[in-house]
């Protein structure tokens, strides 16, 4: 069980000019309680990431990765701060702005894939565009295109279940990309793969979102991964390097 309680620690970035990021954070704090102690995982987190732009996120174990997507993602809350995305200031929204948010421009891609167990391939990539009023037909023509660019038009109707995991990874892949979001987010999007399959998978994830322009921020403890975005944070006892 925890206590999430929100502490500040704010530094003093919140009048640079924020020009047309995707995704700019300032003065982003997060800490949990927990048997009395409190952890300060996020300590004023100023992040911003420019449209088309590839930043992966590094950091041991522990520093606050994952914590920092959730927050950015809209998926948590119990943090301090401003969290613009896409210009609009969507850290104090409610429940509803934020599935609004989420919906017209955030892709996901988790460390496993969350896809939905009883839908095939095909159709969990359609589900995300039906939910945005794209017709049918055009769902199934886009998630089509995308799962045969990412190798599996020979996988379409199967679930997930009867996929291995790198094809379940890019089902989720393709999930996350099929209404073109302005900001994809991803936490150790293949740090359940070998690591030939990660190769091949990041390595068509990177493609896909250079193509459709999407700003994307990548957790990874992976250096070598890394190196081949556009750029690298760290985080370092709650701040970012
Ligand atoms: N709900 C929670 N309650 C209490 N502590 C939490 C909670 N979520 C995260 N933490 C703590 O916050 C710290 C950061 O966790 P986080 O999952 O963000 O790390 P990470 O950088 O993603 O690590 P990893 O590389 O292992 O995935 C950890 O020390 C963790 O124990
Ligand atoms: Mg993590």
Redesign the pocket.
Known sequence: M?D?RVVTHGRSGFAEPTGAAVLETRGLARS?T?GGET?H?LRGVDLSVAPGEIVALL??????????L?AVGLLEGGFEGSIRIAGEEAAQLDAHGRTRVRRDQLGFVYQFHHLLPDFNALENVVLPQLIRDVSREDSEGRAADLLRTLGLGHRLTHRPAQLSGGEQQRVAVARALANRPALVLA??PTGNLDEATADVVLAEFLRLVREQGSATLI?T?NERLAAKMDRVVR?HEGHLQ
């Open positions: 925890s999430a949990f927990q952890i995982v950091g041991p174990s522990g520093s606050g990765k994952s914590t920092l959730q936490d150790e957790a403890h985080l």
